[in-house]
DNA sequence: TTGTGTTTTATTGCCTCC
DNA sequence: GGAGGCAATAAAACACAA
């Protein structure tokens, strides 16, 4: 705080009024004694309540009001460093999450060339009219053994496109199509199935339900559920003709999983920068930071 | 020695609480 | 309305490079 030479002679000298010669009017600095008493009261508490700013004023020969502008801008002076804290604080913390953020988006763009590779497959194995409804960057494919499970479930004779505009007759909407990969396997059809997907073409429309109910072997029926952003929900049925119907839930080509990107133990930390709850005196606080 | 930047002490004005 | 706190700011004291 200051130079070495003049602690020296604040030590020797005991007081800025010797240093000086004489009491002024001018501004005078503190004592080394002065300043380290009060800073030593300011650890203990760093309010001041007036019968102790009295006798700190009387013990150390400073007016009270010095004892109470001192305490003043000290507690200015810790505000300012506090800030500088929190501020490194948060900005390790929100690099942390860049980095984290980068690291998932990268994940999530592989598994969309991954998605992509399988679908070029799956058409180049002689289904060219096939559309799959994995254009939304929040669809993850879910296990490998599970595509290459589609792969063998899949049955040109069955892929079914539904259109749904047909669904939306008073609004005039486009919503999109979608075509799905039937399991033909064992040809039941009193299996729920539900899934959720995002549309095809906007995310506007998402599924909320999809089911599937068998009436006889040559006539089935699929019920469609799903929301108009998020606002109205929209149910179709289409029939099916022949012997099987598709059964969604064994489609299992894409699912939607849910996101939470700040949902583990970063998000707790993330949720303590700002706490303010903190005790405003120095024994609240590491008294080291005050070295 | 001097100019400039930083730190410390002190003031002012506004606000809140009792 | 007075006391005390805080933010903003002034001004003196100090540090330091050139």
């Known amino acids: ?14 007081c800025v009024e010797e240093y000086s010669g004489h009491v002024s009017d001018k501004k005078r600095r503190l004592s080394l004694h002065q300043v ?8 203990v508490e760093n309010k ?34 506090q800030l500088e804290r929190d501020y490194g604080l948060l900005k390790a913390d929100r690099d942390a999450l860049k980095h984290k953020y980068e690291k998932l988006r990268q994940d999530n763009e592989s598994l969309m060339n991954e998605i992509k590779e399988l679908k070029m497959k799956l058409n180049e194995d002689g289904k060219p009219d096939t559309k799959v409804s994995v254009k ?17 479930e899949y049955d040109s004779e069955a892929a079914m496109e539904v259109n749904f505009e047909s669904f939306n007759g ?22 729920d199935s539900s899934a959720i997907l995002n549309d095809y073409n906007s995310p506007r429309h ?13 006539m089935n029926t699929m019920s469609f559920q799903f929301s108009d952003s998020g606002n109205k929900e929209i149910s179709a049925s289409i029939l099916g003709d022949g012997q099987k119907m598709c059964q969604l839930a064994q ?32 024994h609240w606080y590491s008294s080291h930071d005050w070295n």
């Open 251 to 282: 489609m299992q080509f894409v699912k939607i999983e849910e996101h939470d990107f700040f949902g583990d133990e970063e998000s707790d930390n993330c949720s303590n920068l700002f706490c303010d709850d903190q005790a405003p005196t120095l």
């Open 48 to 81: 001041l309540e007036p019968e102790r700013k009295v006798k700190l004023a009387g013990e150390l020969g400073l007016q009270p009001r010095q004892v109470a502008v001192w305490f003043q801008n000290r507690r200015a002076r810790w505000k300012t460093k």
């Open 206 to 218: 998402q599924f909320l339900d999809i089911h599937s109910g068998g009436s006889s072997s040559s």
């Open 136 to 152: 939304d960057e929040n669809l993850v494919v879910s296990e490998t053994e599970e595509k290459s499970k589609l792969e063998t």
């Open 170 to 191: 008073d609004e005039n909407e486009e919503i999109g199509c979608a075509s799905f990969f039937c399991d033909l396997k064992d040809g039941s059809s009193d299996s």
């Open 36 to 43: 380290k008493a009060l800073e030593k009261n300011f650890e």
């Open 1 to 14: 705080m200051y130079t070495r030479d003049f602690q020296t002679m604040l030590d020797e000298e005991g």
